[in-house]
T-cell receptor, first 113, second 114 residues
Framework: GNSVTQMEGPVTLSEEAFLTINCTYTATGYPSLFWYVQYPGEGLQLLLKATKADDKGSNKGFEATYRKETTSFHLEKGSVQVSDSAVYFCALKYNTNAGKSTFGDGTTLTVKP | SQTIHQWPATLVQPVGSPLSLECTVEGTSNPNLYWYRQAAGRGLQLLFYSVGIGQISSEVPQNLSASRPQDRQFILSSKKLLLSDSGFYLC?????????????FGPGTRLTVL
């Protein structure tokens, strides 16, 4: 079956540090890949997505590139802020099965001033 | 624009009591709808999904049930809550027929079973 494996957390960084959260997936075919972010006490919201190999998704300074050869979709940001503190989820989705998504377990990021 | 509502926002219920959580979507038609549960510090567990009125698929056997009485209304229910039902319940929707699009999540309901 499909699965998504995320870098275990929690991750603690100082403000302006470089961020990488690793995400690898196991799937057949060509799923779309997503990063969602969850702020405390809230639902998830889409951060960025990529729908085919070599696509780069980007938003709010975050980037991730769909690497089919390594089955990865690592999240990066060059300079994190305190406001980036949240839980980050990697997910994949096929154009079948009623659009169900497979989520990773989430990685908690804390950014200290 | 589309919006998704969930209520109540928080709920404290005794063991053995019934449950009804409601989710409604505005601004779209015939969405796919989903119920997830998120235990403390854990990932998302898909509980139910629906591709149309009256069509419910269950992902995990449990004492919960779901119904979709109207196109944009999704209800999660239980006849008798267990301690293990505590968690953060999230409703989500996505466009039908375009499976590559993202899911849109509601604000969630925090359920505590005592």
């Amino acid at each position: 079956g499909n699965s998504v494996t995320q870098m275990e957390g929690p991750v603690t960084l100082s403000e302006e540090a470089f961020l990488t959260i690793n995400c690898t997936y196991t799937a057949t075919g060509y799923p779309s890949l997503f990063w969602y972010v969850q702020y405390p006490g809230e639902g998830l919201q889409l951060l960025l997505k990529a729908t085919k190999a070599d696509d780069k998704g980007s938003n709010k300074g975050f980037e991730a590139t769909y690497r089919k050869e390594t089955t990865s979709f690592h999240l990066e940001k060059g300079s994190v802020q305190v406001s980036d503190s949240a839980v980050y989820f990697c997910a994949l989705k096929y154009n079948t099965n009623a659009g169900k998504s497979t989520f990773g377990d989430g990685t908690t990021l804390t950014v200290k001033p | 624009s589309q919006t998704i509502h969930q209520w109540p926002a928080t709920l404290v219920q005794p063991v053995g009591s019934p449950l009804s959580l409601e989710c409604t979507v505005e601004g779209t038609s015939n969405p796919n709808l989903y119920w997830y549960r998120q235990a403390a510090g854990r990932g998302l567990q898909l509980l139910f999904y629906s591709v149309g009125i009256g069509q419910i698929s269950s992902e995990v056997p449990q004492n919960l049930s779901a119904s979709r009485p109207q196109d944009r209304q999704f209800i999660l229910s239980s006849k008798k809550l267990l301690l293990s039902d505590s968690g953060f319940y999230l409703c989500a929707w996505s466009l039908s027929g375009t499976g590559y699009d993202e899911q849109f999540f509601g604000p969630g309901t925090r359920l505590t079973v005592l």
